[in-house]
């Protein structure tokens, strides 16, 4: 069991795992490998200090060389579901589940907002985890609404197992090579069904369906983690970055504006700290 899970690749989790390094603990980092894409989407950066007037890209490269020089791996996993379970936490990701003593959610903000009917027929027809609920729609049609191509591998992977899958990308240049995959242009607007996700609402049609696949790059934290406050979509955080459930912790976006590099690592930093001396407790308790 590890002393620490963190959840995100942002600046926030850069910030947190740097700092478990320097600790000495031992840490599980999960997420995408080259880190958030939402750091080198950024054109410049003039606020952040010690980095002025330098494009996302080189921000990302700058803190790719410190967790490598760090000797700090990720692991890379999209972590579909977080449980507290006694006295520590389960980390679902797909078919695999880790165990740790605490948790930081570093998960970002979703700029792809949930569509009406999403929340509520997760569990009931709508999956954001392919390899976890792919198995169920063996030989049926899906929808699947993806927000990043870093994803696109799972919708390569729900065609091997779906019919037909209508494919509807919220990023340019889609590239998925499967007969049974059609692309559908447009905003889902609903989705819709009686006990179970049944429909697919855009304005100029409705797409009949067995079940949906929201593929995104953060997950509502809401549907991560039962039972975590959130307020106007975001994580609740006291000082110290402690959540409303007992060894979790939350930094960076997920926990509310400004969406600023400088805050999201200083709240890295925060939280890494408190998670640490809960860990220290913890010890000597034992």
């Given amino acids: 069991m590890y002393d620490v899970a963190v959840i995100g690749t942002g600046a926030a989790g850069v910030s947190a795992v740097l700092t478990f390094k320097a600790l000495g603990l031992d840490f599980l980092w999960l997420g ?13 950066i003039r ?20 967790v490598e020089e760090m000797g700090i791996a990720i692991t890379p996993q999209t972590v579909t579901g977080v449980y507290p379970m006694d006295g520590h936490f389960g980390i679902l990701c797909g078919q695999e589940l880790y165990e ?14 949930p569509i009406p009917g999403e929340l509520e027929y997760v569990g009931r027809g709508v999956s954001y985890c392919a390899t976890c609920d792919g198995f169920l729609y063996q030989g049926k049609t899906i ?40 692309i559908i242009r447009g905003m889902p607007l609903a989705i819709e069904g009686d006990a179970k996700a049944e429909r697919v609402v855009f304005r100029d049609r409705t797409l009949d369906v067995d079940g949906v696949f929201m593929l995104k790059q953060a997950i509502a934290p809401s549907v991560l983690l ?46 890494a700290h408190t998670a640490a001396e809960t860990v220290k407790k913890a010890r000597s308790a034992n």
């Fill in 100 to 113: 740790s003593q605490t948790v930081i959610l570093c998960t970002g903000v979703e700029s792809v907002k």
């Fill in 32 to 44: 995408l490998p080259a880190l958030s894409s939402k750091i080198a989407a950024a054109e410049q």
């Fill in 226 to 271: 039962n039972g975590l406050e959130t307020a106007e979509g975001h994580i609740v955080i006291d000082r110290q970055c402690r959540t409303n459930i007992p060894g979790c912790f939350a930094a960076g976006d997920c926990t509310g504006r400004p969406y600023q590099y400088a805050k999201a690592v200083g709240e890295g930093n925060v939280a």
């Fill in 143 to 182: 929808a699947v609404e993806c927000t990043a191509k870093e994803l696109e591998h799972e919708i390569g992977y729900l065609a091997g197992l779906a019919a037909k899958v209508y494919l509807v990308p919220l990023y340019p240049n889609p590239a998925v090579a499967a007969e049974n995959v059609e």
């Fill in 47 to 66: 606020n952040y200090p010690g980095l002025p007037f330098v494009s996302g890209q080189e921000m990302k490269n700058v803190f790719l060389r410190q």
